[in-house]
């Protein structure tokens, strides 16, 4: 009996071990949970506003907590296991995750509220673990004695001002000033999408062209690898020096077209169209095409900014990230870089919810049954659900089995 009574017990010690072996084990199942919950509760439960009556800027609120809430926890368990392999130092496990992800958690609770006393709790907390994370970052740069991930510390940074002048902006009810921070956030967040690629692609393309990995077939242009990052680089400039929109438009523009020419890099064959890669240029892509037509929107072409916001955060950074959580997971979990059934159709599904969200904004005369914006939102939801089914399972057992993928 008392076997009987240790076991349940010994298995959840175990479980807690596991999931904190390792900041991914962690932080995407958390990712993947928040950004299915978020947009579903925002558009079919709230009806684009938060339960709480006095909530300040609801808008902002929802941007908030898609780009520090959803791909906030993304990053921080990329990062924690990334650092750690890149500088071959001892990764962080343990109680620090599950701290770190309690603080992450406060801001999201005050999401998910919305009242404006709560915003200065939301603030500290993610000011906090932004902090922390660059200090991480940093701190693996002095050890290596290396430069390689200043690119990384300048966006970081980028985006914990973007966080913090955000809260400001809703405390003193500045739309204007709200929406500047936004834009800084979500530049921030393709920077260092566009660094996180630059590293992944190159790894992944060459297991796909050889999976012996005995041979590097693919080796992209050294000019042009940092391209993207670097352009992006420009364009925050741009925004924290308040240059007019004609002028941030064109540097959109060229960070666009840096995109694209990853997409172009992606042609490599017939193995361009297999998922693993395909993701990862579809990233590229939709990211791409999103700066180019917000920059053809600044300079004074009318299309709409708000579907091309929504195709660099929907398109690029939300493809991108299921991108990193996908085969980072395969890989942190010694399995084949090959995609589930279910991985290939949560891609579909987002992909598809991506086309419904930018429907009202490109195309305002087509009708569609029940509106593009729930239909959207339920697809995105679908999308990391699927991607919860398969791969929890992965990151959560202590012995994987390569062969049950």
């Not at 921080?76 to 750690?84: E, M």
């Not at 958690?105 to 999401?111: M, N």
């Not at 991480?136 to 290596?144: E, G, K, P, V």
Request: with cysteine; glycine share 10%.
């Amino acid at each position: 009996m008392t076997v009987a009574i240790l076991r349940p017990a010994a298995r959840r010690g175990n479980l807690l071990t596991i999931v904190s072996d390792e900041g991914l084990r962690l932080f995407f199942p958390l990712a993947a949970l928040h950004a299915a919950l978020w947009p579903l509760l925002w558009v079919v439960a709230w009806r684009f506003s938060l339960p709480m009556i006095d909530a300040t800027l609801p808008g902002q609120w929802h941007a908030q907590e898609m780009i520090i809430g959803s791909f906030g926890a993304a990053l921080i368990g990329f990062l924690t296991s990334a650092l750690p392999e890149w500088t071959d130092s001892p990764r962080m496990k343990g109680w620090p995750l599950f701290l770190l992800a309690a603080v992450w958690a406060v801001g999201r609770l005050a999401g998910f509220a919305g009242a404006e006393p709560l915003i200065v709790v939301a603030a500290v907390a993610d000011q906090a673990w932004l902090l922390f994370l660059l200090a991480y970052t940093l701190s693996a740069s002095w050890r290596r004695r290396t430069t390689a991930f200043a690119g990384f510390v300048l966006f970081l940074a980028a985006l914990a001002v973007s966080a913090g002048a955000l809260r400001l902006a809703m405390l003193r009810g500045d739309a204007d000033a709200g929406e500047i921070a936004i834009r800084i956030g979500a530049f921030a967040f393709l920077g260092l999408l566009a660094l996180a690629l630059t590293r992944i692609t190159v790894p992944i393309t060459n297991r796909v062209l050889d999976p012996t990995e005995a041979t590097s077939p693919y080796r992209p242009h050294p000019g042009r690898v940092n391209l993207a990052p670097g352009l992006v680089g420009l364009l925050l400039v741009g925004e924290f020096a308040g240059l007019s929109e004609p002028v941030r438009g064109y540097l959109m523009i060229a960070a666009g077209a840096a995109f694209l020419d990853r997409v172009a890099e992606g042609f490599i064959g017939r193995e361009a169209i297999q998922a693993e890669i395909l993701v990862l240029t579809s990233s590229c892509g939709f990211a791409g095409a999103g700066l180019l037509l917000g920059g053809l929107s600044l300079i004074g072409l009318p299309l709409s900014f708000v579907g091309a916001v929504h195709l660099m955060m929907m398109g690029g950074l939300g493809i991108g990230v299921l991108a990193v959580l996908s085969i980072a997971g395969l890989l942190h979990t010694d399995r084949p870089l090959r995609f589930a059934r279910q991985t290939k159709a949560a891609i579909g599904l987002m992909v598809a919810a991506v086309m419904l969200r930018l429907a009202p904004e490109f195309a305002p005369g087509l009708d569609l049954r029940g509106g593009p914006h729930g239909a959207a939102a339920v697809l995105w939801a679908l999308s990391f659900v699927l991607w919860l089914g398969v791969y929890v399972p992965y990151l959560w057992r202590a012995n994987p089995n390569p062969e049950g993928n």
